[in-house]
């Protein structure tokens, strides 16, 4: 057997509760990891409360967790890449609160042994994402980026990608993450009223050429489509009703860019420049809170659970 921490109904934190579930046995083109660390993000609390019902189908019990890192234990058939005893990181369809999971082969990397379980286990939901709206929005060299939420865990790794492909971003967050967003190469600017004058004010020639939503707060949309006059210089991943405004939502449906996504990180980590700071670590046992913490916002990078 293998504990998990598993949800067998939509609710609150509190629905998360403690299971023993089979070891799960590897079929074609998969892989057996036992977990040491799964990182915690937004979309782990959207799919317990049923916010992505009909969207994300699950089966109860549900375990959550979209990344892990860990060891590999066994491997399925036609997996010739990895062998038991690899130090690994990648992504998952949910599965990860657990001792053991279940991982496709395709979506796992090898972890360097410089990069510890936790850094790890945050970089697959964060570094898959920012490479696919990058390439989504087609930002280019000398072009300037507004990115919503840049101090998150995407927006961390976002930040870090454009700045190595010579991308300009102007990040929205508290003033308490403006020195971090500098750090990462960023132009801070505080959200709330008068952000658009803001915006200008701090973008070079004031002009912004493309725009993220990773925060999903009210508005943020609409004036980015503002700032860049044209819905389809503007992607989110945080706001469900960005069709309103013309804005194209970004989700795994558009094609995942796992391997891309991990080279670039490798790329990094290998120059000595990748910065991937940890809001929190917390056990397994605490998953709840955990999702408390990440459902509360104004994160500095990832929150991750040890196993």
Known sequence: MTKAIAFHEYGTADVLLPVDLDVPAPGPGQVR?????????PLDHKVRNGEMDGIFPITFPAVPGYELAGV??????GVTEFAPGDEVFGALMGGGYAEH?????????????????AQAAGIPVAAETAERVLDILGVREGETLLVHGASGGVGTLLLQFARARGITVVGTASEANHDY?????????????GLAERVRAAAPGGRVDRALDASGRDGEVALSVELTGDAQRVVSIADFGAANHGVHFSGIEDGPRHRQAYAAVLALH????????????????????????????HLRGKIVLAV
């Open 101 to 117: 999971a279940l991982v496709e082969a395709a979506l796992l990397a090898r972890k360097p042994a410089t990069l510890d379980w």
């Open 72 to 77: 590999v234990a066994e491997v399925g058939e």
């Open 33 to 41: 990891v036992e977990v040491r660390a799964v990182g915690v993000n």
């Open 270 to 297: 290998d120059a000595g420049e990748l910065r991937l700071p940890l809001h929190q670590v917390l056990p397994l046992a605490e998953a709840a809170e955990a999702q408390r913490i990440s459902e509360q916002g």
């Open 181 to 193: 967003l500098r750090e990462l190469g960023a132009i801070p600017v505080t959200y709330g009223e």
